[in-house]
């Protein structure tokens, strides 16, 4: 096959100067011009593009056997004629043309047009963003920007903005991202998704173009990891980094780079495996890490036995992980091991389907996460965790005695199978005790006529009282109780504080401190009596 060199072609039609590299926009698509020049047997010049969305494009750069560019995707590339093809408008052109800023010829200066402008966050649009240099967000998303413009207008124009949208605009390299914002020295945050920007030569040179930068958005940029690392002497006060949607697989060591994040989203990348987190698990001051839709199946911090925690992500307090194929406990157990972790987001894995109900599901990431305060957007209470580990320490008790487990301290040496499973079981032990053998009893079903219990509630403090005797079904959670004793006694649930006596274990009251619970959690069977009191 013939291959031909871009840059010799023989050129009839007038096309902006190093056109080879630049971005284009065409019917509403944007893509990278990789060739101009003839394309035989048809006469003039013609474009080859390759083309963000590949279903765009027609073949992958050649055409009649012969070669002109290379693409990444079989079908990515087309030829279209120059005079079809947008390359782009300014900076401040984009901006007067977004915000319809307009003079007037009266000559009072700037203002916004009747037209609906888009709001960036001020009280009053009309009065506050009536001249450009009051503006302080600004987003000129798919506007078609392919540079700064004029020398030093942006810095006249616009001083003030302190966040940027660029997305989906005709930026080709980092040197054109950066023409732009040296010029915006109050920079904050910049979002440059939907771009393909070529790796500078050497981005430490671009280094003063992005000195205040905290937020940057490089979503479905097309970057590697080894990219962004290149990159990143760029960025030396970053604390949010958004990688969304770049096929990202590999991951890397930051090594004097990106020590200051915060925040790092690496959502839908298609990660190798959990061990590629280890290659960033030394980020210092990362506390919210968002693993979203990445395959992640497995994780693992070996530095520790189950039980300790890991050196490992030491800040890490917020972890994402929905949309994934978590499956095993192993996983939430590797979690445990973290530090700091506080906040966890685990929608949509097999793993949340696989006991009788989400609910239990629930509890027992609570019970197997010791320091966890939002799971699911949902806020841990107290008796929440208090209800959790203790059904905990009872569903696995039976395991725990099996494993070699003991109610006595000096007997007690489960299985290092059963502690790598339950890795929390030996402090639930220490926290609430051994469970009591009665609480060890296992379910047996019943039918429907014998699942009522006879339950006498006794109220010590009002003597004159009689016992009340009620059936009720042993699946009425406590809540439920509280309500009926309300009926009876019309004393506030809130105030009522129960606790009962069996027969199988004289002498002793056992405290019913859950409301979310069910009377079977607690063992209660029939003829057993609670003590109703109330402060």
């Excluded at 290379?70 to 030829?79: E, K």
């Excluded at 207008?153 to 023409?179: G, H, M």
């Excluded at 173009?209 to 006060?237: D, H, I, R, Y």
């Excluded at 005797?469 to 109780?481: A, N, W, Y």
């Amino acid at each position: 096959m013939t291959v031909i060199n871009p840059q010799l072609s023989s050129m009839t039609e007038t096309v902006p100067g190093e056109t080879v590299g630049r971005r284009v926009a065409c019917d509403g698509e944007r893509g990278t011009v990789c060739y101009v020049g003839n394309v035989p047997p048809t006469a003039g010049v013609w474009l080859g593009v390759e083309w963000d969305n590949p279903e765009r494009g027609k073949h992958d750069g050649s055409h009649e056997g012969v070669r002109y560019f290379h693409t990444s995707h079989p079908t990515g590339a087309s030829f279209i004629r120059p005079k079809k093809a947008s390359f782009g408008v300014d900076f401040l052109t984009a901006v007067k043309q977004r915000y319809e800023i307009e003079k007037e010829d009266s000559g009072e200066g700037m203002k916004i047009s009747t037209k609906p402008v888009e709001r960036i966050g001020f009280d009053s649009v009309a009065q506050k963003q009536s001249q450009l240099n009051k503006l302080e967000e600004v987003s000129i998303e798919r506007c078609e920007v392919s540079g700064a413009g004029p020398e030093d207008q942006i810095r006249q124009n616009t001083p003030k903005i302190t966040s940027l949208n660029l997305t989906a605009n005709l930026l080709s390299s980092w040197e054109d991202v950066a023409s732009i914002t040296r010029q915006l020295v109050n920079l904050r945050e910049l979002q440059l998704s939907d771009n393909r920007l070529s790796i500078p030569a050497s981005p430490a040179s671009l280094t003063p173009a992005f000195t205040s930068l905290k937020v940057l958005v490089l979503s479905n940029t097309g970057v590697s990891w080894s990219q962004v690392l290149e990159c990143a002497p760029m960025w030396p006060v970053l604390e949010a980094l958004h990688l969304s949607r770049n096929t990202i697989t590999e991951l890397q060591e930051p090594v004097s780079v990106l020590q200051s994040l915060t925040l790092l989203d690496i959502s839908h990348n298609p990660l190798a495996g959990g061990s590629e987190l280890q290659k960033i698990a030394a980020l210092p001051r990362l506390e919210r890490l968002i693993l979203s839709n990445t395959g992640l199946s497995s994780i693992q911090f070996s530095d520790v036995a189950p039980g300790h925690k890991t050196a490992m992500f030491p800040a890490l307090r917020c972890l994402a992980i929905e949309n994934n194929n978590i499956s095993e406990w192993s996983f939430v157990n590797e979690l445990e091991k973290l530090q700091s972790l506080q906040m966890l987001s685990c929608f949509n894995n097999p793993l949340m389907t696989m006991e009788k109900s989400p609910e239990t599901v629930r509890q027992l990431i609570i019970a197997k996460i010791a320091q966890l305060q939002l799971l699911n957007k949902s806020k841990v209470v107290p008796d929440e965790r208090k209800g959790a580990e203790l059904d905990y320490r009872k569903m696995f008790g039976l395991l725990w005695l099996a494993s070699g487990g003991n109610r006595d301290p000096e007997l007690d040496k489960p299985s290092l199978a059963f502690i790598a499973e339950h890795p929390r079981y030996q402090f639930l032990i220490q926290k609430y005790g051994a469970p009591e053998e009665g609480e060890l009893k296992v379910q047996q079903p019943f039918a429907l006529k014998n699942q009522l219990l006879s339950i006498t509630f006794i109220c010590p403090d009002m003597t004159e009282k009689k016992p009340i005797e009620k059936k009720l079904p042993d699946s009425m959670t406590i809540q439920k109780v509280k309500g009926l004793l309300y009926r009876l006694l019309k004393i506030p649930g809130s105030e009522l504080k129960l606790t009962y006596t069996s027969s199988k274990m004289e002498g002793r009251e056992i405290e019913i401190d859950n409301d979310l619970k069910p009377l079977q959690f607690y063992s209660i069977e029939d003829g057993d009596r609670v003590l109703v009191r109330w402060s």
